[in-house]
Each structure stands twice: as structure tokens, then as C-alpha cells.
């Protein structure tokens, strides 16, 4: 499903204390964090729909990763 670069992915683990990063682990990393965010943008659709809105809010965001 990759559809972002990896290299973000190896700055957060480094942000978060990683001093090194193997390419293995920073793919899975972004492939369990798309994962959530798919999540999150379906759930986040709906409630936008659900209000009668097609335009997803900030707000809708925010309910949608509770």
C-alpha cells in the first residue's frame, strides 16, 4: 500500500530517540501509520457526511482518531 516516503517515516523513530533505523523497520513503520491514518480519513469521511457536509473539518478529524 506505500504511498509515502519512507524517509519521514526514519525522522520520526530518530525524533523518538532511534539512533539508527534499519529500511525494514521504517517501511513497516509507514505502513502501520497509513494503515491508522486510512482509518482515520474513512472515519473522518463519515462523520463529515453525516453533518451534511462534503468538506471534512479539522473537528472531524479530532472525533474520528478518538
Do not use: N, W, Y
Amino acid at each position: 500500500m506505500k504511498r509515502l516516503p519512507i524517509a519521514p517515516f526514519e525522522k520520526i523513530l530518530k525524533d523518538a530517540g532511534a539512533k539508527r533505523v534499519s529500511k525494514p523497520a521504517a517501511k513497516e513503520f509507514a505502513l502501520v501509520i497509513e494503515e491508522i491514518a486510512d482509518k482515520i480519513a474513512a472515519d473522518a469521511t463519515k462523520l463529515s457526511k453525516h453533518a451534511g457536509r462534503k468538506t471534512i473539518l479539522a473537528d472531524d478529524i479530532r472525533l474520528a482518531k478518538r
